[in-house]
């Protein structure tokens, strides 16, 4: 009966926390090489995102996410050159569409993104290195190709846990690992950007690894597809619109599309709103603090069978090497 406790009380977390096999993000649009490696540097600067997010539960706990990223490119954006999906320009319109002239050279990127999720004794941690390729096939328009690794780690605290038999052979196979099982896994993507849209798919856990933890809990590392796209189809000194989607396709949930739109005037406030086929809606507000800063914050609500669920995520960006003095749309 105590090892069918334990099972229950672990699988029942691991359903609620991490049924979709990939962390809970609101601001995916500040994660994007997460979901595809391919998008990873296609913002010529360094690119850092840290957040918080909260998901209240029915029961009284809650899920919360730590969010960090950072990307960067080999290739700044000095002297009228720039390729940034979230937005391109210099300080006036004209040298905004000069530019679009300037020739496109090979570029790579680089980056790194961890994440964490807590729900009672239940943790899992993220992460992914990342690495692309940029081959301009056009001018501002670039092939990329990228590839991740990382791991995946699942820790439930045990040792909280009150059993009636503490020699149970289970438990202290638990005991004797930590609690915890971590798992090397690989991604790739394949994506296409330019200064108005981007488009990339990306595949989760082409391959995947044991190192640590006990065999018995053997959480699963399903292969994920993702596919995200932007198009950026007004933009003005006043005023500029992106639309954004999302598709996750996994073999053992249903899958599910996000898809919104996003505006931002005077280059200061953004708000956004968003829809997933789970019944969920998302608002977006952000704003630009100078060169260097954006701040946001996103909303949303799920109509469920018996309730509505609410979550709140808190971003930060910081870009530095930013040599476009134009700040990019989030």
Same mark, same amino acid.
């Given at each position: 009966?105590?090892?069918?406790?334990?099972?229950?009380?672990?699988?029942?977390?691991?359903?609620?926390?991490?049924? /979709?096999?990939?962390? *809970?993000?609101?601001?995916?649009?500040?994660?994007?090489?997460?979901?595809?490696?391919?998008?990873?540097?296609?913002?010529?600067?360094?690119?850092?995102?840290?957040? /918080?997010?909260?998901?209240?539960?029915?029961?009284?706990?809650?899920?919360?996410?730590?969010?960090?990223?950072?990307?960067?490119?080999?290739? @700044?954006?000095?002297?009228?050159?720039?390729?940034? !999906?979230? @937005?391109?320009?210099?300080?006036?319109?004209?040298? %905004?569409?000069?530019?679009?002239? /300037?020739?496109?050279?090979? &570029?790579?990127?680089? @980056?790194?993104?961890? +994440?964490?999720?807590?729900?009672?004794?239940?943790?899992?941690?993220?992460?992914?290195?990342?690495?692309?390729?940029?081959?301009?096939?056009?001018?501002?328009?670039?092939?990329?190709?990228?590839?991740?690794?990382?791991?995946?780690?699942? &820790?439930?605290? !045990?040792?909280?846990?009150?059993?009636?038999?503490?020699?149970?052979?289970? +438990?202290?196979? %638990?005991?004797?690992?930590?609690?915890?099982? *971590?798992?090397? #896994?690989?991604?790739?993507?394949?994506?296409?950007?330019?200064?108005?849209?981007?488009?990339?798919?990306?595949?989760?856990?082409?391959?995947?690894?044991?190192?640590?933890?006990?065999?018995?809990?053997?959480?699963?590392?399903?292969?994920?597809?993702?596919?995200?796209?932007? +198009?950026?189809?007004? #933009?003005? #000194?006043? %005023?500029?619109?992106?639309?954004? *989607? $999302?598709?996750?396709?996994?073999?053992?949930?249903?899958?599910?599309?996000?898809?919104?739109?996003?505006?931002?005037?005077?280059? !200061?406030?953004?708000?956004?709103?968003?829809?997933?086929?789970?019944?969920? !809606?998302?608002? /977006?507000?952000? %704003?630009?603090? @100078?060169?260097?800063?954006?701040?946001?914050?996103?909303?949303?609500?799920?109509?469920? &069978?018996?309730?509505?669920?609410? $979550? #709140?995520?808190?971003?930060?960006?910081?870009?530095?090497?930013?040599?476009?003095?134009?700040?990019?749309?989030?």
């Amino acid at each position: 009966m105590k090892r069918l406790g334990i099972i229950v009380l672990i699988l029942g977390l691991h359903l609620d926390l991490v049924g /979709q096999g990939i962390p *809970t993000v609101l601001q995916k649009y500040r994660h994007l090489a997460f979901f595809s490696p391919a998008m990873t540097g296609v913002n010529n600067y360094l690119d850092i995102n840290v957040g /918080q997010g909260v998901q209240p539960l029915a029961s009284g706990a809650s899920l919360n996410t730590t969010l960090f990223s950072a990307y960067y490119s080999t290739r @700044g954006q000095a002297h009228g050159s720039n390729n940034s !999906i979230r @937005g391109t320009g210099t300080e006036t319109m004209e040298d %905004f569409y000069a530019a679009r002239n /300037q020739k496109s050279a090979l &570029k790579m990127g680089f @980056g790194t993104a961890i +994440y964490t999720e807590k729900l009672g004794e239940f943790t899992k941690t993220y992460n992914s290195n990342s690495f692309a390729v940029h081959v301009p096939i056009a001018n501002h328009t670039y092939l990329t190709l990228g590839l991740a690794a990382g791991f995946n780690s699942t &820790k439930v605290d !045990i040792f909280d846990l009150t059993l009636r038999d503490a020699d149970d052979e289970v +438990y202290n196979r %638990f005991v004797a690992s930590g609690g915890n099982n *971590t798992y090397l #896994h690989i991604d790739a993507g394949l994506g296409v950007t330019s200064n108005d849209y981007y488009f990339a798919i990306g595949v989760n856990n082409i391959a995947n690894a044991r190192i640590s933890g006990a065999s018995d809990l053997n959480f699963d590392n399903p292969l994920i597809s993702n596919a995200v796209g932007g +198009y950026r189809f007004f #933009h003005s #000194h006043s %005023f500029e619109a992106i639309a954004v *989607t $999302s598709v996750t396709l996994q073999s053992d949930v249903p899958s599910l599309w996000n898809v919104g739109l996003r505006g931002r005037v005077n280059e !200061i406030v953004t708000v956004g709103m968003n829809f997933t086929s789970n019944k969920t !809606i998302l608002a /977006q507000l952000g %704003f630009q603090l @100078g060169d260097f800063i954006n701040l946001g914050y996103t909303f949303s609500s799920t109509s469920g &069978k018996s309730a509505v669920v609410s $979550s #709140h995520e808190f971003g930060l960006g910081i870009r530095f090497l930013n040599n476009n003095n134009y700040t990019p749309i989030w």
